[in-house]
């Protein structure tokens, strides 16, 4: 990726894609400036993402586990197929570095990537990055907003934050890039604290993105 190629992302979807939206608006802007989105992946079909990125004219492809699940069934109690997911990691990685990124951001994909997709992705250089609604190094998971507001009105916070990180094998626990403190105080229910949550991460993962792009730059002297 020379100073004068655009950088390549892939973004990872599971949802409504405001946080898509945002990068797609913000490339080739001051905000992120020489970067084109080339893909966009979703594990669930009828994502709106995918709507917002086929207005964009960017390729789409739907990978899903349901037929990973039929092929690796786990009958066990508790099922947590992990066989299934790890082939399902395998084929999104071999489906991701197809189209030699520069960077993957995981925009709402709700999804725990292991190591079956973090492991090739790491060996071609392509570092991946994830937004998370919460501070680093405090609430991880997917609940990490109730948490944040059952501490709130337990009266053990009245601060919690989003952050863009690095992806590593520890859910949520990679380096971060960038963060920013949201207050909760003023919020009276938790739809609430969502909203103001929400405000505040598109422009953070355009950011984090930049910013990442910029590390990516310098890391390859070009």
């Known amino acids: 990726m020379e100073n004068s190629t655009p950088a390549r992302i892939t973004v990872l979807i599971s949802g409504g894609g405001t946080n898509l939206q945002a990068l797609i608006d913000a490339c080739g802007t001051d905000d992120l400036p020489n970067a084109n ?4 992946i979703s594990d669930r079909k009828d994502a709106y993402g995918l709507t917002r990125a086929k207005a964009a004219s960017i390729p789409t492809t ?3 586990i349901l037929g990973y699940k039929r092929e690796y069934p786990d009958s066990s109690p508790e099922p947590k197929f ?3 997911r790890r082939a399902y990691d395998a ?3 071999k489906l991701v570095l197809e189209d030699e990124p520069d960077l993957v951001v995981c925009a ?3 999804r725990i990537l292991t190591t079956a997709f973090l492991d090739p992705v790491k ?7 994830n937004l998370h609604p919460a501070k680093p190094g405090e609430l991880v998971g997917a609940k990490c907003i109730d948490d944040a507001w059952d501490e709130f009105k337990a009266g053990k916070r009245t601060e919690t934050g989003i952050m863009i990180h690095y992806v590593i094998e520890e859910v949520d626990m990679g380096a971060p890039i960038v963060s920013k403190d949201i207050d909760i105080t003023g919020c009276e ?3 609430d604290l ?3 949550i929400h405000a505040s991460e598109h422009p953070l993962i355009v950011k984090g993105a930049k910013t990442a792009i910029e590390k990516l730059r310098k890391e390859r002297k070009v």
Request: no cysteine; hydrophobic share 50%; charged share 20%.
């Open 37 to 40: 989105i080339i893909r966009v």
């Open 62 to 64: 739907h990978h899903g």
């Open 82 to 84: 992990d066989q299934a």
């Open 91 to 93: 084929d999104l990685a």
């Open 108 to 110: 709402g994909f709700m």
């Open 123 to 129: 060996a071609a250089t392509v570092p991946i990055i």
């Open 189 to 191: 229910t938790l739809k």
């Open 194 to 196: 969502e909203t103001r």
